[in-house]
């Protein structure tokens, strides 16, 4: 622990108020939304709840996806709901007092969509309120808090089965990503055996509060009643990733963690190490932590042939040094000089160009780049990611409302990252480890 | 615990040096930024808190005065993300960033920009106008022929040349307010914002400032922009050193700043030598050369999107033009660092806008050898 928490944080937060952020109460009947099918052509109207500093991001890209308009916007403290409605541009019209102030909104018949954005312990029922309205949703990961409500949002979903449920794990939009799946599915890694990820940071992972009393409802993440902490924000991206890499669910999880460095009266951990074990001895290896930013944040996936250094923006393909296995009568034919494979194994090939072809000038050259624009317009090709994966998510929640197109990220990729950041956190905070559920035959 | 404030707050700009490899701007400049002479007293219930981050191809400082160190490392730390925020948005180096896709799409079909950026580029219009297209945001193509895009200086051939210009002009841009839309008039239109979007970022993150109730704090984008947000203890503004045009361990002026920005474009950051010439990084879209005759120019604005676009614009137009733009734009003060004809030493030529309006808690003084 450094000297700079000159200020004693803990007072401060002792003098905050609770915030008023709590859940819970009967979930409304609203009529069925306009879209409830698909209907290519058509705008999507929207609604946000909670326009924080991640719903105003999301609203950011919001803005320049033409298929939806936001009509109304969410949010019980009044700053955040200012800047929410100044980033989206739209005049909305706002939802504001209560905590459940979220429901008049859901009442309106002409609203199609729910987007959400708020803290994790708000999500279950905001989500299953508005699939009961006949809202389409989009919530941000992780997809709920405590174990027993992804049964009842599961539930939801399947009483209104025409209805699109994708959670906001961003990195299942991206294009960098799929193809580093395929990779992976393909076979270009050999057999896939180990997942190590981080995200580090060499912050508080605060936000700034002038006013204590609103200590709580800002930093809600730091507040275990209503945050899964480090693996809920962090982590949950991260896990998704080795899911998706090894097509299954952890089965078992050991971990520790701590508050050791940033002892500023918060609740959850500033450092988690954690193991998940995965069917066949596949494991994955992660950790976060708050005080050395070195590393940052990307997903390593190593194969027995190569290994994958991934993350949003940029991904590196390494390739094992390999042997090779043939009859002993080869003849044997040696040629001195410099080898490929020093580059592949060593430096690593990058899936996709790095940036930008802008310093090529060349008629060729920039023909090259329309010829893989148009295959890469058609889904032939890919050779770039266009678009921030962010964007790419909040088009895919529109495209999949309006014209019918599978969901990025469904509830059951949700629901498996949503069990792997429940438990990861019981096995810190208990000290133990914990199995999966039997599936049942 | 608490350290009071250095007696000599220079922020380190030289110490960013090896970063500016990357940067790819229009303007440039280096600025040493000073406190002046906080004394120990008003300091003793203030802690500073300086900080860096790398964005936009460069390095953004803030160095901020307050009560709580924890929490202007917070408010800091929004600031950069926001910084970030802005460098994903703007980047025509990253092909995912809202710029990228416009430069891909606008010739094909009209694209939908998100309002900050819109204004921004509406903005960037502005000044194209007003300049008679001496700043212009399509230079990208310019600047790639010249090679100072991801790589070394060269000298393009006459049909580079007369290719690249081809695909200049702002007039090929056109922007429509109601649908928020922007459209190019013919493929290969390409913009870049180098000139403009570090000051702009400087008055976003100004604004986060400002939004969490720091009222002392200075905010530099590596080299090119400067924001002088109230002024140090003790102190009636931020003091800014201004480097010799000719001579990199010089100061040439000291500039006294309060609620003020302040940018500088110079021919001496990006260049390169051909058979004995420089030629340096600030074209003139007219002539797709660069601008020759000019050392450096320095703009005073009340906003940092302002004083970074305008420093590009008044280093292509010299002090004649720029004297036009100054006579109808309240506000502003620039000064010119020419070749003096012996070569050694340079000519400098101050000017005013004809309006002064500022409100009293604005303060600019310059001070030069």
């Given at each position: 622990?450094?000297?700079?928490?000159?200020?004693?944080?803990?007072?401060?937060?002792?003098?905050?108020?609770?915030?008023?952020?709590?859940?819970?109460?009967?979930?409304?009947?609203?009529?069925?939304?306009?879209?409830?099918?698909?209907?290519?052509?058509?705008t999507v109207h929207y609604g946000f709840i909670g326009t924080g500093t991640e719903g105003c991001n999301l609203l950011r890209h919001l803005t320049t996806i033409p298929e939806g308009r936001c009509i109304a916007t969410c949010d019980i403290y009044p700053p955040n709901l200012k800047k929410g409605v100044e980033t989206i541009g739209s005049n909305p019209q706002t939802y504001t007092g209560s905590p459940f102030e979220y429901r008049k909104m859901l009442e309106r018949k002409d609203l199609d969509a729910v987007l959400i954005a708020t803290p994790l312990n708000l999500h279950a029922q905001m989500v299953i309120d508005s699939l009961n309205a006949g809202k389409h949703v989009f919530v941000e990961k992780t997809m709920y808090f405590k174990e027993e409500e992804g049964g009842l949002i599961q539930k939801a979903a399947q009483a209104n089965p025409k209805q699109v449920l994708q959670i906001g794990l961003q990195r299942r939009s991206s294009i960098l990503y799929n193809v580093a799946m395929q990779m992976v599915h393909k076979g270009a890694l050999g057999k896939v055996m180990f997942v190590r990820a981080q995200w580090h940071r060499n912050n508080s992972w605060r936000r700034p509060v002038r006013d204590p009393k609103f200590e709580r409802l800002i930093n809600w993440r730091m507040y275990r009643e209503y945050s899964g902490g480090l693996m809920a924000e962090l982590a949950s991206h991260q896990v998704d990733i080795a899911n998706w890499a090894f097509g299954s669910e952890p089965i078992s999880v050991m971990g520790t963690g701590g508050i050791d460095y940033w002892k500023d009266g918060r609740e959850v951990c500033d450092n988690i190490e954690v193991i998940f074990e995965y069917p066949e001895g596949r494991k994955m290896l992660y950790s976060s932590i708050l005080y050395n930013a070195h590393f940052q944040y990307n997903e390593q996936i190593m194969g027995d042939q190569g290994t994958l250094i991934i993350t949003i923006g940029k991904g590196m393909y390494y390739r094992e040094a390999a042997a090779k296995v043939t009859n002993g009568k080869a003849k044997e034919n040696w040629w001195a000089g410099a080898t490929v494979t020093e580059h592949a194994v060593q430096k690593g090939i990058p899936l996709f160009p790095d940036g930008t072809e802008g310093g090529k000038q060349g008629f060729l050259d920039r023909e090259l780049l329309y010829a893989k624009r148009w295959l890469a317009s058609m889904g032939i090709y890919e050779y770039e990611e266009p678009h921030d994966p962010y964007w790419s998510e909040l088009s895919n929640f529109m495209a999949s409302i309006r014209d019918g197109k599978p969901i990025a990220c469904p509830m059951e990729i949700g629901m498996a990252d949503a069990r792997a950041v429940i438990y990861g956190n019981r096995a810190i905070d208990t000290g133990t480890r914990v199995f999966w559920p039997k599936k049942e035959a | 615990m608490i350290e009071p404030p250095l007696a000599d707050e220079r922020i380190g700009l030289f110490n960013f040096l090896p970063f500016m490899r990357l940067l790819v701007r229009l303007s440039l400049l280096l600025l040493l930024p000073l406190a002046t002479n906080p004394p120990m007293r008003a300091a003793d219930s203030l802690v500073r808190y300086e900080a860096s981050h790398q964005a936009m191809g460069t390095v953004f400082t803030v160095a901020a005065y307050g009560s709580d160190s924890a929490y202007l490392e917070e408010v800091t730390h929004e600031v950069f993300q926001v910084i970030d925020q802005l460098d994903d948005q703007m980047s025509n180096y990253k092909p995912t960033s809202e710029l990228s896709s416009i430069n891909r799409d606008a010739a094909a079909h009209p694209v939908i920009v998100e309002p900050g950026l819109f204004k921004l580029l509406q903005d960037s219009l502005q000044y194209s106008r007003d300049s008679g297209g001496d700043f212009d945001i399509t230079v990208g193509p310019l600047m790639k022929a010249w090679g100072f895009f991801r790589g070394q200086g060269r000298l393009p051939s006459k049909e580079e040349l007369a290719e690249a210009l081809k695909r200049i002009g702002y007039q090929h841009i056109t922007l429509n307010p109601a649908t928020r839309t922007i459209s190019f008039d013919e493929p290969g239109i390409e913009i870049d914002l180098g000139a403009i979007a570090k000051g702009y970022a400087v008055d976003q993150a100004v604004q986060v400032l400002r939004d969490n109730g720091i009222t002392q704090a200075l905010v530099s984008s590596g080299t090119s922009s400067i924001y002088a947000l109230g002024s140090p203890p003790g102190a009636d503004g931020w003091k800014i050193s201004v480097r010799d045009p000719l001579d990199v361990n010089k100061a040439v002026c000291v500039v006294k700043l309060r609620n003020l920005s302040l940018s500088v474009s110079g021919d001496y950051e990006k260049f390169f030598k051909i058979n004995g010439k420089t030629y340096a990084h600030i074209m003139d879209p007219h002539t797709g050369m660069p601008v020759e005759n000019m050392l450096s120019t320095v703009v005073v604005s009340p906003s940092a999107t302002d004083s970074d676009a305008l420093s590009t614009s008044f280093f292509v137009e010299g002090p004649g033009r720029a004297g036009k733009y100054l006579r109808r734009h309240p506000n502003l003060t620039a000064v010119f660092f020419l070749p003096a004809p012996s070569g050694h030493a340079f000519r400098r030529i101050t000017l005013k806008s004809s309006v002064t309006d500022l409100p009293p808690s604005s303060l600019v003084t310059i001070d030069c050898q």
């Open positions: 622990m450094g000297n700079k928490r000159r200020v004693t944080r803990r007072d401060f937060v002792k003098a905050a108020a609770v915030a008023a952020v709590a859940g819970g109460a009967k979930p409304v009947l609203g009529a069925p939304a306009i879209l409830s099918g698909p209907n290519p052509g058509s | -």
